[in-house]
């Protein structure tokens, strides 16, 4: 359902999905339980889960070409999973996704495979995925989507250019020094297409070592509302020859792509309650090919971006009624490089999530205030807006 008002301020807007949220959360008291899982071949099992974001958001903008302010609700993520094991070595995961249904008038949404890999598990410092997973760049995006910190990722930073959150191919990865060493290298499809000069493959390469407790999944979390001691340094590099022309119309000037990253999460547990705080600095270059006079149509705006984020968080160490109350801030800065100036941004943003179930059954509720550095008139997506969101997110 979407609402349309002709005013930028979008207050009265806001207040509704506010109090929508309050009588969800007033309804809200039921446990939710693990999906069902099937054992066969005495090794094997397969499990199926089911998880959903509902989110209710008042935004001050509708689009790129409306500045009329808008208010609607739509499924943020849809999604239907299948995995497990055929024996100790070999697993598999599968997910179906029809995300953001319902967005910006968008519904009826197609229905696609975001993952779908094989895991080679043989011995804990060298394993295997191969298929379609999550790019082992940045920490952000490496982050289950459905554990995050504050409401959602950053919308551009942490994502590469080639492929967004996933990409097609193989890594290989382990774990040393009883878990506090990981490495992680990955070859995939990156960009691909008519309109580079080579079909050249994409290479990442990335390390953490965690001081206190270990994280030793190939995803991470971005809270483990406070059940580990967690101090995480990580750092990545990322490649991809030949990307891109620096001349468009002739097709000469092939440029390559380069990103690196650094970060850190740290996460504890005290009387008090518990205290979270992560943040990273990320670099996308590719020659500068966006700024050509002659540009790639089809290049991503983000392709010469900079910036970071730091987010917190507090979790009172008590339940609040039938859950955990954990209080959150966020700030973003994202520096795209381009020559019309009119993308940069800050993004700060301050919230709360109520743990019903712990990530099984949460409502958690953001607002954010988006700044640019130099106004749009052209685009009102490019101008400084407000959003207030509310989202139910459940897990089965």
């Known amino acids: 359902m979407n609402t349309k008002i002709n005013a930028r301020k979008n207050g009265h807007a806001g207040q509704n999905i506010v109090r929508a949220g309050a009588f969800l959360l007033a309804g809200l008291s039921a446990s939710v339980q693990a999906g069902p899982t099937i054992p066969f071949n005495n090794e094997g099992f397969l499990t199926i889960g089911y998880s959903a974001q509902f989110w209710g958001q008042s ?3 509708t689009s790129s070409t409306d500045s009329g302010s808008i208010s609607q609700f739509f499924l943020r993520r849809d999604r239907l999973t299948f995995s497990g ?3 100790d070595a070999v697993g598999f995961y599968a997910q179906i996704e029809a995300g953001n249904d319902g967005k910006d008038g968008s519904v009826d949404k197609s229905t696609y495979f975001r993952d779908s890999y094989v895991t080679l598990d043989y011995t804990d410092p060298v394993r295997f995925i ?18 995050p910190l504050t409401l959602d990722r950053a919308e551009w930073l942490a994502y590469s250019p080639w492929g967004g959150s996933r990409d097609t191919g193989v890594a ?7 878990g506090k060493f990981q490495y992680r290298f990955m070859m995939a499809n990156g960009r691909q297409g008519d309109n580079i000069p080579n079909k050249n493959l994409r290479y990442t390469g990335r390390v953490h070592w965690s001081f206190m407790d270990p994280e030793t999944d ?11 001691t967690v101090l995480t340094v990580g750092l990545a590099q990322d490649y991809q020859g030949r990307v891109a022309y620096g001349d468009f119309q002739s097709k000469t000037l092939p440029k390559d792509y380069t990103a690196s990253t650094v970060d850190f999460f740290y996460e504890q547990p005290f009387s008090t309650g518990t205290y979270t705080l992560s943040g990273a600095v990320m670099s996308y270059k590719t020659g500068n090919a966006i700024n050509a006079v002659s540009v790639d149509p089809l290049l991503p705006q983000n392709t ?12 009172l160490p008590d339940k ?9 801030a966020r700030y973003e800065k994202s520096m795209y490089h381009l020559d019309t100036g009119f993308s940069d941004r800050q993004w700060s943003s301050a919230g709360a999530n109520f743990y019903i179930d712990g990530q099984k059954l949460k409502v958690t509720g953001e607002f954010a205030k988006v700044s640019f550095d130099k106004q749009n008139p052209n685009d009102p997506s490019q101008r400084d807006y407000n959003q207030t969101t509310v989202g139910l997110q459940f897990e089965f």
């Open 59 to 61: 935004r001050g903008y």
């Open 85 to 87: 094991q055929a024996n």
């Open 130 to 147: 191969v298929g379609r997973f999550k790019n082992t760049f940045t920490r952000e995006n490496l982050e289950g989507c459905l554990d």
């Open 172 to 178: 290989v990865w382990g774990n040393m020094a009883e």
């Open 218 to 228: 190939y995803g991470y979390l971005g809270t483990y509302l406070g059940t580990k």
């Open 304 to 315: 010469e971006l900079e910036g970071g984020y730091l987010k917190g968080a507090y979790m």
């Open 320 to 328: 609040v009624g039938i859950g955990r109350l954990q209080v959150f």
